[in-house]
Nanobody
Framework: QVQLVESGGGLVQAGGSLRLSCTSSGSIVGISAMGWYRQAPGTQRELVATITSGGSTNYADSVKGRFTISRDNAKNTVYLQMDSLKSEDTAVYYC?????????WGQGTQVTVSS
């Protein structure tokens, strides 16, 4: 079964940077969009950033100007460059991939920003 595998999370001080990566363990045909959600304790999962197969991007207002999403279509890999991190960015970050017939999700990677 094809899975999404995330990497790059960890502990960083406020103002620092992290780069998350997400790649599929096998081939996924027809991906229309990939991106990242996050969920902090006691909160609902929220969309962080998304990128379509055509390269269009969308960001949550809270991360605009600080986070950058990019994608390697040939490798079914999506990246999230996170700069100027704040304590409120602390959460589990989940990668996803959407196709017309199903969604794929990663297991999540913890990002902790210390103030």
């Amino acid at each position: 079964q094809v899975q999404l595998v995330e990497s790059g999370g960890g502990l960083v001080q406020a103002g620092g940077s992290l780069r998350l990566s997400c790649t599929s363990s096998g081939s996924i045909v027809g991906i229309s969009a990939m991106g990242w959600y996050r969920q902090a304790p006691g909160t609902q999962r929220e969309l962080v950033a998304t990128i379509t197969s055509g390269g269009s991007t969308n960001y949550a207002d809270s991360v605009k100007g600080r986070f950058t999403i990019s994608r390697d279509n040939a490798k079914n890999t999506v990246y999230l460059q996170m700069d100027s991190l704040k304590s409120e960015d602390t959460a589990v970050y989940y990668c996803y991939a959407f196709t017309s017939w199903r969604d794929y999700w990663g297991q999540g990677t913890q990002v902790t920003v210390s103030s």
